[in-house]
Nanobody, 125 residues
Framework: QVQLVESGGALVQPGGSLKLSCAAN???????????MAWFRQAPGKERERVSC????????YYADSVKGRFTISRENAKPTVYLQMNSLKPEDTAVYYC???????????????WGQGTQVTVSS
């Protein structure tokens, strides 16, 4: 059974850093290669936003303008795990962060195939 499990969410002060992890349980290294992996977030009262995506095809990365230059997505298919390094955090980054796997690529407008349960990130002094 395939399962995405996020971890690493916490309360952090503005300007601080966090690294989120997404363990792709049930995926083998070869099967995870087939999926592009993305991080989404949703703040209370706001629509879900795709924060970042890393392509299965060539490892290309994509970022929302709101996080460009501050967040970095990476993957280790051997584990298999996906990470989101978040630096220079702002209060507006506060949200539940979700990991997702899509077989249709980072450019697809369609819902990912798999979702994690989410991890809370709170940026506050």
């Amino acid at each position: 059974q395939v399962q995405l499990v996020e971890s690493g969410g916490a309360l952090v002060q503005p300007g601080g850093s966090l690294k989120l992890s997404c363990a792709a349980n049930g995926f083998t290294r070869d099967s995870l290669d087939y999926y592009s992996m993305a991080w989404f977030r949703q703040a209370p009262g706001k629509e879900r936003e795709r924060v970042s995506c890393i392509s299965s095809r060539d490892g290309s990365t994509y970022y929302a303008d709101s996080v460009k230059g501050r967040f970095t997505i990476s993957r280790e298919n051997a584990k298999p795990t996906v990470y989101l390094q978040m630096n220079s955090l702002k209060p507006e980054d506060t949200a539940v962060y979700y990991c997702a796997a899509t077989s249709l690529g980072c450019s697809s407008p369609y819902e990912p195939d798999y979702w994690g349960q989410g991890t809370q990130v709170t940026v506050s002094s």
